[in-house]
């Protein structure tokens, strides 16, 4: 699991020294839709938010956390990459790191929310 | 109480790292979601400490207790996200309640337990009881 992880690109997070020994892994994401905006909501234990890289280009998603070394483990590095079909606001994306759980908030561009549309007579 | 897609891996959210998603839901505890959070225990002279995940737990739901001077239990329970008119597209992280007991290599001092949770890792310090630190034995000459 930790090699295939690797292969996601380096750059996209908090730059680690080539030397350190570290360990990547897949954290597990929930993803909802509301009427204005997917949420994309990943267990980062150990993460402080100053350590978080989120990226979002191409209609890529990454999302990256580094929890730093502990006396029992290398130092872990948490990552995804998503790729997503619908159109995001890019500029309008937040993100939230509360007691372990990043929140990426990702509102969708006003053509892809569904309109009520008025019936004249 | 959430409505799921049907087709919720479909064309809307693709993920890149796919064979590693399959290695996840082998390697992961996702046959008993929630019900085992992992514990790392270590100890020294005078402690035995433990530490566990436990991101996105409200800690005033978080009940930690010692019993018989070396038997510790973590318990909680973990909420799902509240997203009013939400549809779920993907879930993988558990929720519910959860307890875990184990045993600890040494007798510890129950009134004197720490516990920390930070960024959604609870952290426990327990003291060792007296009668179970080492004693340096002076070996007398003649």
Redesign the interface.
């Known amino acids: 699991?930790t090699n295939?992880?690797r292969?996601?690109p380096a750059q996209n997070g908090p730059a680690a020294p080539a030397e350190e020994r570290s360990v990547t892994v897949?954290p597990?994401?929930?993803?909802?839709?509301?009427?204005g905006e997917?949420?994309v909501?990943a267990?980062?234990?150990?993460?402080?938010p100053g350590d978080v890289d989120i990226r979002f280009e191409k209609g890529e998603l990454s999302v990256h956390g580094r929890r730093p070394a502990?006396?029992?483990?290398d130092p872990t590095n948490y990552h995804?990459?998503?790729?997503?079909?619908?159109t995001v606001a890019a500029d309008r994306i937040t993100a939230e790191l509360?007691?372990?759980?990043l929140?990426v908030h990702l509102p969708k561009v006003e053509a892809v929310k569904p309109k009520r549309i008025a019936v004249t007579g | 109480m959430f409505q799921t897609r049907r087709h919720p891996f479909g064309?809307?959210?693709?993920?890149?790292?796919q064979?590693?998603?399959e290695?996840?839901k082998w390697?992961?505890r996702a046959g008993t979601p929630a019900t085992a959070p992992q514990l790392?225990v270590?100890e020294d002279e005078h402690a035995v400490?433990a530490?566990a995940?436990?991101?996105?737990?409200d800690?005033a739901q978080l009940e930690v207790t010692v019993t018989e001077g070396n038997q510790l239990t973590v318990a909680g329970e973990r909420n799902?996200?509240e997203?009013?008119?939400?549809?779920?597209?993907?879930?993988?992280?558990?929720f519910g309640k959860f307890t875990r007991v184990v045993g600890l290599p040494a007798l510890v001092d129950a009134d004197r337990v720490e516990a920390k949770?930070t960024?959604?890792?609870l952290r426990l310090t327990l003291p060792k009881h007296e009668a179970a630190k080492p004693r340096k034995i002076v070996v007398k000459g003649e």
């Open positions: 699991m295939l992880a292969e996601a897949g597990r994401v929930d993803i909802l839709e509301t009427e997917f949420l909501v267990d980062m234990p150990g993460v402080k502990t006396r029992e483990y995804r990459v998503f790729r997503v079909a619908e509360k007691v372990g759980v929140t | 064309a809307l959210w693709t993920e890149f790292n064979v590693q998603d290695f996840a390697l992961s790392t270590w400490y530490e995940d436990l991101p996105g737990v800690p799902p996200p997203v009013a008119g939400a549809v779920w597209l993907r879930q993988e992280r558990p949770y960024d959604g890792v």
